[in-house]
């Protein structure tokens, strides 16, 4: 009785010689691990599903090399094409997530379930229609091959080789795993092995099948033959003794075609049938040591550490998408485009934090050079930095980000931002400089998806809120006090063209005092607040006459972590919520509400206050006299560019007071109280 596990025995004929067959040596190489590591983090995650997975055999190998099975970096993918005189062979992937559940694994059970799906694809007749289905089992049967040459006269054999490569491209295959035969004098035919009815009939009972083998033995077929015997046995074992089998063997020799070193001999199938049950399955390929366990691949040295690394430094990301978060949308949140102006302590840890949440694109502008002061409270420098004057703050710290992580597309500009109340006009140099300035900086803006306002000073983050405010990007704004910090997203004015239909709120009570006291609720993101419309003066020199305690931010150490942190946060909020940055703004009110997003809030405002360990989410409406993103100021700079900026920056404050109507508003303001004394003398 024939079985899967290896022999075919013929009582009534001892003398049969035993045919012996080449196991398959898989070939999986780098491409294929490569695959399946992006598929495990962006596919598969915890799924341990079985896989269908495609891998090929070619039988024009040098003599003496084993056959091989091969899986490339195309495995996963059921429609990519097989290399030339290829074919293919499906199989299955079983891929667990614990070292433990590898070795626990049932390994006998795995092989008898693929060994009974092909049982059943024999018993339906699935394996006629498709023979690939027939490369999972295993059968040992007895013979003694000849050579092709030896056979067949040299028009047979190209014959052979015309009809098989017609039928393949009749087929659209690169190659045939099995096919039918009939050969005569000077003529060879071949077809499928589902038009076996009829093919033989005039043929005297000959059958006679090719099998495309990859074996390079002389005196053994390749193990695809294995299954086929067991394919013949069931569906024409009542009928037939015997079978011709020739192993296909096609090579290229020094650029010539071959296939004379072919081999063709005959089974005897077993005269019982091999019954309803599954033949016992055999393969489980033999590691180094000649045992069944697993073998060990180590590709460090092949596999790019760069890639290596992109992988690894996303997989906590993707752990948080597989359990905690499943609706993360994480592509809008790498794929951000983040420019950060101040690569000082808030912008050292704005990028940090950024690089945690996989962004790549990360761009830096300071003037500043890095001074002995910096690297114990900026953690992207270094004592070396500050040697010989200290190098370029911007320059440096993009150049940190690329060695902590290569993936980062990091750039930096050592360049001034130009600010109100600091005059441009001493000279043609310096006008010109400050127009390079602007010209720059909008470029950069423009280029950016999201703009973080991380200065020392006031008035240095006006220019930026204005050209930001008229590109329509998305601004994150953190400040630092000693203990206070606020950090905030300006208001995301609408498209232009919407804006004609839907106005900012003209109330001049939308103003808050400095501490954002006043509250408001279901405030949709484009009637929003930036940073300068809670004040009621325009920014001007914050630097002069002062000490250096008065210049310099003072802050407790841990503050600029943390509303750097809160910073990046909050962007991240805002790219998860549907509307983006036109969010309605969560407030404090809504912290026992349910969240708008899967992450959580979507603030306009944190103000936090470390000395009491809290925080307060209030929410302010845009100011019609807003210095920065006014209506006014707005047409004047998209009107007029850079002839209405040097204006502001070489006039005091009053010039934008009065062009936004605040200066107007204080004089309403005071005669309004001089009139309310009045009265209270009169009482």
């Known amino acids: 009785m024939a079985t899967a596990s290896g022999e ?33 983090l962006n596919e598969y995650r915890l799924d341990e599903t079985p896989k269908v997975i495609k891998g090929y055999y070619y039988n024009g190998d040098s003599l003496g090399l084993p056959a091989r099975l091969t899986l490339e970096f195309s495995a996963f993918d059921m429609h990519a094409p097989i290399p030339a005189r290829c074919c293919p062979a499906l199989g299955t992937l079983y891929n667990t997530n614990t070292l433990e559940t590898f070795k626990s694994c049932d390994k006998k059970s795995l092989l008898e379930k693929e060994a009974n799906g092909i049982w059943e694809s024999i018993k339906s007749g699935a394996a006629l229609e498709n023979p690939m289905l027939l490369n999972r089992f295993l059968l040992l049967t007895f013979a003694k091959p000849a050579s092709l040459g030896e056979r067949f006269s040299s028009n047979q054999i190209q014959a052979l080789q015309k009809a098989y490569d017609e039928l393949c491209q009749q087929e659209g295959v690169t190659a045939l795993p099995y096919f039918l035969i009939k050969y005569q004098d000077n003529s060879v035919v071949v077809s499928l092995l589902k038009k076996w009815d009829g093919f033989f009939q005039d043929h005297g009972g000959k ?60 089974i005897k199938l077993p005269e019982t049938s091999l019954g309803p049950d599954c033949p016992k399955a055999v393969g489980w390929e033999k590691n180094q040591k000649g045992g069944m366990g697993p073998r060990m691949v180590n590709l460090s040295e092949c596999m790019d550490p760069k890639r290596l690394a992109e992988s690894s430094v996303d997989l906590n990301l ?180 919407q804006e004609a239909d839907d106005s900012c709120s003209s109330n001049a009570s939308g103003s808050s005092d400095l501490l954002g006291s006043s509250l408001f609720s279901n405030i949709p993101g484009y009637k929003l607040g930036c940073y300068f419309c809670n004040d009621v003066v325009a920014p001007g020199d914050s630097t002069r006459d002062r000490t250096l305690d008065q210049q310099c931010t003072v802050s407790r150490p841990g503050l600029a972590m943390v509303a750097g942190a809160l910073a990046v946060e909050l962007m991240v909020s805002v790219l998860q919520h549907p509307e983006g940055g036109y969010a309605v703004a969560s407030s404090s009110d809504d912290r026992m509400n349910e969240p708008p997003t899967s992450l959580g809030l ?82």
């Not at 196991?23 to 399946?36: I, Q, T, Y």
Request: net charge neutral; with cysteine.
């Open 207 to 266: 059958v006679t099948v090719g099998v495309y083998d990859p074996c390079n033995l002389s005196h053994y077929p390749g193990w695809p033959l294995r299954n086929f015997l067991i394919l013949a046995a069931h569906t024409w074992g009542n009928i037939l003794q015997t079978v011709e089998v020739l192993c296909f063997r096609d090579r290229t020799m020094q650029g010539v075609r071959d296939i004379t070193h072919s081999i063709i001999f005959e």
């Open 318 to 497: 993707k752990l948080m998408c597989w359990r905690l978060v499943p609706t993360l949308d994480l592509e809008n949140i790498v794929s951000a485009k983040c420019l950060l102006l101040g690569a000082g302590t808030l912008g050292c840890s704005v990028a940090r934090t950024l690089m945690g949440w996989g962004v790549r694109k990360i761009t830096f502008v300071d003037n500043a050079r890095i001074s002995y002061s910096n690297p114990v409270r900026q953690p992207l420098y270094e004592f070396e930095d500050c040697l010989s004057g200290g190098k370029p703050k911007a320059l440096a710290a993009a150049d940190r980000l690329q060695k902590i992580f290569p993936g980062v597309s990091s750039e930096g500009y050592n360049m001034s931002i130009p600010m109100p109340g600091h005059p441009v006009n001493f000279s043609e140099v310096t006008m010109a400089q400050a127009q390079k300035d602007v010209a720059k900086l909008e470029e950069l803006i423009d280029a950016h998806d999201v703009v973080f306002l991380l200065m020392d000073t006031r008035e240095s983050r006006w220019l930026p809120a204005v050209i930001a405010a008229s590109k329509r990007k998305l601004v994150i704004n953190a400040a630092l006090g000693f203990d206070t910090f606020v950090v905030m997203r300006h208001g995301l004015k609408k498209p232009k063209q």
């Open 8 to 40: 075919l025995h013929h009582p009534a004929d001892p003398g049969i010689s035993k045919l012996q067959f080449a196991p398959f040596s898989s070939a999986l190489d780098a491409g294929f691990w490569h695959e399946l590591t992006q598929k495990k």
């Open 602 to 683: 979507v603030p306009h405002q944190i103000r936090g206050f470390l000395s009491r360990f809290d925080n307060v989410l209030p929410v302010s409406l845009a100011f019609d006299k807003c210095t920065a993103c006014s209506a006014k100021v707005l047409e004047h700079y998209e009107r007029e560019g850079f002839h209405f900026l040097a204006k502001v920056f070489n006039s005091s404050h009053s010039f934008l007071e009065d062009l936004t109507g605040l200066t107007l508003l204080h004089q309403e303001t005071q005669a309004a109280e001089i009139w309310d004394m009045s009265d209270d003398e009169t009482i």
